[in-house]
């Protein structure tokens, strides 16, 4: 049982480079999300898909755009990267019941030059 | 809005010994809580959850109990080993809404041999 599939795992980029994280999951999970993190703030909340056609922005939705393709996958994508947005990058799913835990990707570390 | 708090690392601690990390939070209803940990080079995993006041949650000879009156839930391990060197993080899930994870800021432990 994969769980939550992140591509890539590493990936470095030049200022104003684009370029699209891929997430997937197969515990038919409603919700999806995608958090970065960054030292000494925890996990900050950049999109969130409660299902299958419907995004939301979070805290830090800035320089950012998702794609919910369809209910396994869920995509982010930077546009015109920044040094700002260097960060490891995590994907999570949940079933969006009160109370169901969520389920993380092992993360992408971004670097931004 | 919902916030978590929880105690500045890292914590340096012998094996066997005791380990108390504080978390309290700061929201509206009965949200559910959750600790997180986090090995090096991972995805985050869920550690243990309470979904309601007085609920203890306990996995891996971990504990936490859900204290309403003092918005807390605060994570114990009576005897921590060395393979316990991780990053923990305290999070909550709303009572109501959007069902995404808010997070403290994480707290690095340390274990001696």
């Known amino acids: 049982n994969a769980g939550v599939t992140q591509t890539p795992k590493f990936q470095v980029l030049k200022t104003g480079q684009s370029m699209t994280l891929q997430c997937a999951q197969d515990m038919n999970h409603n919700s999806m999300y995608w958090y970065r993190q960054d030292p000494g703030m925890g996990l900050r909340l950049i999109y969130y898909s409660a299902s299958e056609g419907t995004t939301d922005k979070g805290e830090v939705p800035n320089g950012y755009n998702v794609s919910r393709l369809n209910k396994r996958e869920f995509s982010l994508r930077l546009e015109s990267a920044a040094p700002s947005q260097t960060s490891v990058y995590f994907c999570?799913?949940?079933?969006?019941?009160?109370?169901?835990?969520?389920?993380f990707g092992q993360g992408t570390r971004l670097t931004v030059v | 809005g919902d916030s978590v708090t929880q105690m500045e690392g890292p914590v340096t601690l012998s094996e066997e010994a005791f380990l108390t990390i504080n978390c309290t939070y700061t929201?509206?209803?009965?949200?559910?809580l959750f600790w997180y940990v986090q090995y090096p080079g991972e995805g985050l995993q869920l550690l243990l959850k309470a979904t309601k006041a007085d609920d203890k949650g306990s996995n891996k000879g971990f504990e936490a109990t859900y204290r309403k009156e003092t918005t807390s839930f605060h994570l114990e391990k009576g005897s921590v080993q060395v393979s316990d060197s991780a990053v923990y993080f305290c999070?909550?899930?709303?009572?109501?809404?959007?069902?995404?994870?808010?997070f403290g800021s994480g707290t690095r432990l340390q274990v001696q041999p």
């Open positions: 999570a799913s949940s079933a969006g019941d009160r109370g169901t835990e969520a389920f």
């Open positions: 999070a909550l899930s709303p009572w109501a809404g959007r069902r995404a994870l808010t």
């Open positions: 929201a509206t209803g009965y949200p559910s």
